[in-house]
C-alpha cells in the first residue's frame, strides 16, 4: 500500500498513572467469543474491555491534547486480534468519507489506525480504515505489505465507528508465552488537518517507532500454518504492428491464455516463502517513457506486483533493481543489424518472459533478516523471414538465472549491519555476473547521531572466446563512509564516496557511473511547531564535490539550496537553487573511453506551489530557469501547472502539464566517417500532457484511466568537433541530421473490482504508441494529430485471481 504523507503511529494504554517518560502500556484480554465485525460496537465481548483514550495531537499542534475523543479497545482469542475504536465527532455529517481503491492512501477521507510491532524491532505493521471502509496496511519495511483481514465502519450520531479482526497468519510473531509487543493507534480528522497519536512521537526524532507504547496480556497464542494459494487465469489479444519483406507497415492480431498461480507459505513463525508461477504481468501500468540524450541510463518505476512486495531486505546499495529480470533483450535494437537485406522482422519481443520466481524472507527472535531471491527467465527468440517465405529464429537473450541472498542483523539502537550478493549466470557463452556488499549503520543511544558505511566488489565474466567457461573476470568496488546528525531541529552531516573505473553492478543492480570519488556536506534547520506564518519548514544547504581519481580533474560540484514551508492554510511552497563554481570535466559524455570534455559551468532555481490538498480542488504549480555563467548563453526554463479535482466522494479528475524550453543544450551527437566525436548545440522543447481519471462504484470496484503524452523535439543549430583538451571548436564540414521529434502516448484504461479478500477482476485496454522522426512540427496540434499516424499498440486482457487461505478451507471443511 502507499503510506499517507503523515507520520503514523499507534499505542494503546490504560494505565493512568505514569510519566511522559515512560512506555504507555495497555493491557489486552482474552476472550472466548469472537465480536461480529459489523461496527456497531455493540457485541456483549466488548463490555469490562479496558479503554485507551487520551490522545495527543502531533498536527497541527504538537503535544496538546486531541479535540475530539477517541476509544480504542484491544481483545484477542485464539485465533485473531480484534480492535474497537469509537471516534467522537459532534458534527457526523462532516466526516470526510471519499470512496476508494485498497491502500489508496491519498483519498480525502478520516482515518484510524493500528500497529503493532511483535518482535520490538521496529518494524511495526500497521492497519489502518478509513472513515469511508478503505483498508489500508503496510509495513516500515514494506509499503506494499498486502495481508487480508476484516473490517467495518458505521458513522452514527455520535462520530463514527470501526471494528478490525486481524487473524494471526496475517503477522508473524515470537514462538513464547507471554508476548509483550510495541503498539501503537492514531487517528487523522481531515477537515481540520489533525492526526492525534496516543503515544507522541516527536517530530525531532530520527525514528518516531522508538516511543512507541506496548501492549501486554497476549499469552499461549499460537501462530497457525500460512499458506495461501492464488491461481489465476488470463486471456489477452494484442493488435500489433510489423513489416513484411517489402518494409511494408501491416498488423497482425494474436491471441493468448494464460494460467499461473502466486503461492505463499510461512516456513515457521517468523518467515514466509513466496513462489509466483508462470506469472502474467500483461495488465501492468505502463512506463513513462522519456527521450534520452545522456550516457545514463533511464530507470523506470517497478509495478509488477510480484517484484514490489516483500523485497525491502533485498534494497541495498543499489544492487537489486528487480526491473532486470524480464528486461528487453540485450539484442532487441540491434536486430536489423543482425539480420540479412530483404529480411523481415515477423516478430521481436520487446521482454524476457519470467518462468518462475521465488523469495523466502524473515526476521528472527535475535533481529538477524535473512532473504533469498531467485528468478528464471527463458530464452527469448526473433522470428525472421526471409524473401522466399522461410522463417528462422535469431536469440536475443539467453535463459538466465538470477539470484539474490542477504543478512541484515539488527542492533542495539536501532543500529544494523548486512551482507548481499547478487549473481546472475547465463546460459552458454554470455557474461555472468557476481556482486558481493556489505555494510553498516551506527547510532548512538539518543539516536541524535549516526555513522554509515558499505563497500561493494563486483566480479565481471567476460567471454574471451567461443569456449564455454573461458572468461577474464575484472573486479571493481566502492565503498561509502558518513556521519551525521539525525534528529534535532539543526542537524547535518558529512561522507567521501569512491567508485573505482572498474566497478559494474547492472546485471541485476542500477547503472552506476565509475571512476570517481566524492565529498559531500549539508545542514539543515527545520521547524516543526507553527509560528505566524509556517506550519512546518526543511532547509537544507549542501555541498558536493567530485573528481576523477586517475586525472584529479573535477568531474561535478555543486552548491545547492533547498528550502520547503507548509503555511497555516496547509497550502505550501518550495525554492530551491543550485550553482557550479568550479569548472568541471565529463568523462563519459564522449560515449569513448579515455576522452573528456569540459562542461560549462551553470545556475538554476524551481519554485513549486501546492494548494491545500483536503479541498476538492487541489492546485500545483512549478516553474524552473537556469543559464551557463560561462561562454554560451543557454537559457533554459520550464513550467508545469496541474490540478485535482474531486467531483463528488466517487469520481475525481487529474490533469498536469509541463512545458520546458531549453535554448542551448551542448552534448554528444555522433560519429563522424573518420569516427571522430561530434557534439551539438540543440534546442529542446518538450511537453507533457497527463489525464488520469477515476470513477469508483463503491470501494474497491472502479474505472481508471491514465493517459499521457510525451513530446521531446531538438533541432541542432550547430556542431562541434571535440579536441584532446575537452573543449569544442566548431565543426563546419559534418553533413549529419540529428534533428529529433520523439512522442510516446499512452493510454491505460482499467476495471478492477476486489469481489472477496485478496480476489480480483480486471479487464484492461492498453493502446501505446512510440515514434521518433527527424521532422518536426512547429505547431503543438499537428504533432499530435501526426503521433496518431506512427504504429501503435493495441491491447485488452481479462484476469480472474482468486484467493484460497488454508485456514479459511480448513475450517468450512469442519463445519
Do not use: C
Amino acid at each position: 500500500m502507499k503510506k499517507f504523507n503523515f507520520t503514523l503511529i499507534l499505542i494503546l494504554v490504560v494505565n493512568i498513572g505514569f510519566s511522559q517518560s515512560e512506555k504507555r502500556t495497555y493491557t489486552t484480554i482474552r476472550v472466548k467469543d469472537a465480536p461480529i465485525i459489523d461496527g456497531l460496537l455493540n457485541d456483549e465481548v466488548w463490555k469490562n474491555v479496558p479503554i485507551a483514550s487520551d490522545m495527543l495531537q502531533l498536527n497541527p499542534n504538537e503535544g496538546q491534547a486531541a479535540t475530539k475523543k477517541t476509544d480504542v479497545k484491544v481483545i484477542y482469542d485464539d485465533k485473531a486480534i480484534y480492535a474497537y475504536a469509537m471516534l467522537y465527532d459532534s458534527s457526523p455529517d462532516s466526516i470526510r468519507k471519499e470512496l476508494g481503491n485498497r491502500d489508496d492512501g491519498s483519498i480525502n477521507a478520516d482515518a484510524f489506525y493500528i500497529g503493532f510491532d511483535p518482535y520490538n524491532q521496529l518494524n511495526p505493521y500497521v492497519f489502518g480504515v478509513t472513515a469511508s471502509g478503505v483498508q489500508l496496511d503496510y509495513t516500515d519495511s514494506d509499503p506494499t505489505y498486502d495481508a487480508v483481514w476484516e473490517s467495518a465502519v458505521k458513522i452514527n450520531d455520535q462520530g463514527w465507528a470501526v471494528e478490525i479482526r486481524i487473524p494471526y497468519s496475517a503477522i508473524r510473531f515470537p514462538s513464547k508465552e507471554n508476548q509483550e509487543w510495541l503498539f501503537q493507534f492514531t487517528r487523522s480528522i481531515k477537515r481540520s488537518g489533525e492526526y492525534d497519536q496516543f503515544a507522541l512521537t516527536p517530530k525531532t526524532a530520527s525514528n518516531s517507532r522508538l516511543f512507541w507504547g506496548k501492549i501486554v496480556g497476549l499469552s499461549n497464542i499460537k501462530a497457525p500454518l500460512r499458506l495461501s494459494f492464488t491461481p489465476f487465469v488470463t486471456a489477452y489479444a494484442e493488435n500489433a504492428p510489423y513489416y513484411d519483406a517489402n518494409q511494408n507497415l501491416k498488423y497482425g492480431t494474436s491471441v493468448s491464455y494464460n494460467a499461473g498461480a502466486d503461492i505463499k507459505y510461512g516456513i515457521d513463525d517468523r518467515f514466509t516463502l513466496d513462489l509466483t508461477l508462470l506469472p502474467d504481468f500483461s495488465q501492468v501500468q505502463s512506463d513513462n517513457k522519456i527521450k534520452n540524450l545522456s550516457y545514463q541510463e533511464v530507470t523506470y518505476n517497478e509495478n509488477r506486483p510480484f517484484f514490489k512486495e516483500g523485497t525491502d531486505l533485498f534494497n541495498k546499495n543499489e544492487l537489486f533493481y528487480s526491473r532486470r529480470i524480464g528486461k528487453t533483450p540485450s539484442n532487441f535494437y540491434a536486430l536489423p543489424y543482425m539480420i540479412n537485406q530483404g529480411d523481415a522482422i515477423i516478430e521481436n519481443p520487446s521482454n524476457t518472459k519470467l518462468i518462475n520466481a521465488i523469495k523466502i524472507s524473515g526476521r528472527n527472535d535475535n533481529g538477524l533478516g535473512i532473504g533469498f531471491f531467485n528468478a528464471i527467465t527463458d530464452n527469448t527468440y526473433a522470428v525472421i523471414e526471409d524473401s522466399t517465405g522461410n522463417r528462422r529464429k535469431i536469440m536475443t537473450e539467453p535463459l538466465t538465472n538470477y539470484n539474490v541472498i542477504v543478512f541484515d542483523q539488527k542492533l542495539k539502537n536501532n543500529s544494523s549491519v548486512f551482507l548481499i550478493n547478487t549473481n546472475v549466470i547465463r546460459n552458454g557463452i554470455y557474461d555472468d555476473a557476481n556482486v558481493t556488499g556489505s555494510g553498516f549503520t551506527l547510532n548512538n543511544k539518543k539516536n541524535s547521531y549516526a555513522i554509515d558505511a558499505f563497500g561493494v566488489l563486483s566480479q565481471k565474466f567476460q567471454t574471451v572466446d567461443t569456449i564455454q567457461d573461458n572468461y577474464n573476470a575484472i573486479l571493481g568496488y566502492k565503498y561509502f563512509i558518513g556521519a551525521r546528525k539525525s534528529s534535532g531541529n539543526f542537524q547535518f552531516g558529512l561522507s567521501h564516496y569512491f567508485i573505482n573505473k572498474n566497478y559494474d553492478s547492472k546485471d541485476l543492480g542500477y547503472y552506476v557511473i565509475g571512476n570517481k570519488m566524492s565529498e559531500k556536506i549539508y545542514i539543515s534547520y527545520n521547524t516543526y511547531k507553527p509560528n505566524k506564518i509556517f506550519r512546518e519548514t526543511y532547509n537544507t544547504l549542501s555541498f558536493y564535490y567530485t573528481t576523477n581519481p586517475e586525472s584529479k580533474k573535477t568531474i561535478s560540484s555543486q552548491m545547492y539550496l533547498s528550502l520547503y514551508g507548509t503555511f497555516l492554510n496547509y497550502s505550501n511552497l518550495s525554492i530551491s537553487a543550485a550553482y557550479t563554481p568550479f569548472i568541471t570535466y565529463d568523462y563519459n559524455e564522449p560515449r569513448v573511453d579515455g576522452w573528456y570534455s569540459r562542461a560549462w559551468r551553470y545556475f538554476y532555481m524551481t519554485a513549486d506551489y501546492q494548494s491545500d490538498a483536503r479541498k476538492k480542488l487541489t492546485i500545483n504549480a512549478h516553474v524552473e530557469g537556469g543559464n551557463f555563467i560561462e561562454r554560451f548563453s543557454g537559457i533554459g526554463y520550464g513550467t508545469s501547472l496541474g490540478a485535482l479535482f474531486r467531483i463528488n466522494k466517487k469520481m475525481q479528475i487529474r490533469y498536469n502539464f509541463y512545458y520546458a524550453y531549453d535554448s542551448y543544450n551542448i552534448g554528444f551527437a555522433d560519429f563522424d566517417e573518420n569516427y571522430n566525436i561530434v557534439y551539438g548545440g540543440r534546442r529542446l522543447i518538450t511537453f507533457e500532457n497527463n489525464l488520469t481519471m477515476q470513477y469508483l462504484f463503491k470501494n474497491d470496484m472502479s474505472i481508471n484511466l491514465i493517459s499521457r503524452h510525451y513530446n521531446n523535439t531538438g533541432e541542432y543549430l550547430k556542431y562541434y568537433s571535440l579536441q584532446t583538451d575537452g573543449d569544442i571548436i566548431e565543426n563546419s564540414t559534418y553533413n549529419g541530421n540529428r534533428n529529433f521529434n520523439y512522442n510516446a502516448f499512452n493510454i491505460d484504461l482499467a476495471f478492477t473490482w476486489q469481489f472477496a479478500p485478496g480476489s480480483l477482476i480486471s479487464l484492461v485496454y492498453k493502446n501505446a504508441i512510440d515514434a521518433e522522426s527527424p521532422i518536426i512540427y512547429t505547431n503543438y496540434y499537428k504533432n499530435f494529430s501526426q503521433t496518431f499516424n506512427s504504429p501503435q499498440i493495441n491491447s485488452i486482457s481479462l484476469k480472474i485471481l482468486y484467493y484460497l487461505d488454508y485456514q479459511k478451507l480448513k475450517k468450512s471443511k469442519n463445519v
